[in-house]
């Protein structure tokens, strides 16, 4: 049976470039939610009155924010250990896409 090799810096000399432009990739999603998440408590005073919230609404507000990101981020970790990553992803953007019309075509 022949092997086959992966690529790495011994063998591709374009591995390096690769692997940056694929952490790149990764990173830039992490950010850019990184931001928008933090700009969410950054924003909620100002959008405050319009909405007629109290102190004590918005703070139950961002908490709830805040327990929705856990429970997302614990519950997404077991469902890719059960399904696995590929699954996971083909069934969210079937879901998104699916919700997307939806919202749309009411």
Do not use: E
Not at 42 to 48: C, D, G, K, N, Y
């Amino acid at each position: 049976m022949s092997q086959i090799d992966l690529p790495t810096a011994n063998n591709h000399p374009s591995f390096q470039s690769d692997l940056r432009t694929v952490i790149a990739l990764a990173l830039v999603p992490a950010i850019g939610l990184g931001i928008a998440r933090f700009a969410y408590a950054l924003l909620l005073p100002a959008m405050q009155p319009s909405l007629g919230w109290s102190y004590a609404d918005a703070g139950w507000m961002t908490s709830v924010n805040a327990a929705g990101y856990m429970v997302a981020a614990l519950l997404a970790a077991r469902v890719i250990a059960y399904a696995g990553a590929y699954r996971v992803m083909a069934g969210g953007h079937c879901m998104r896409y699916r919700f997307d019309f939806t919202w749309r075509h009411k």
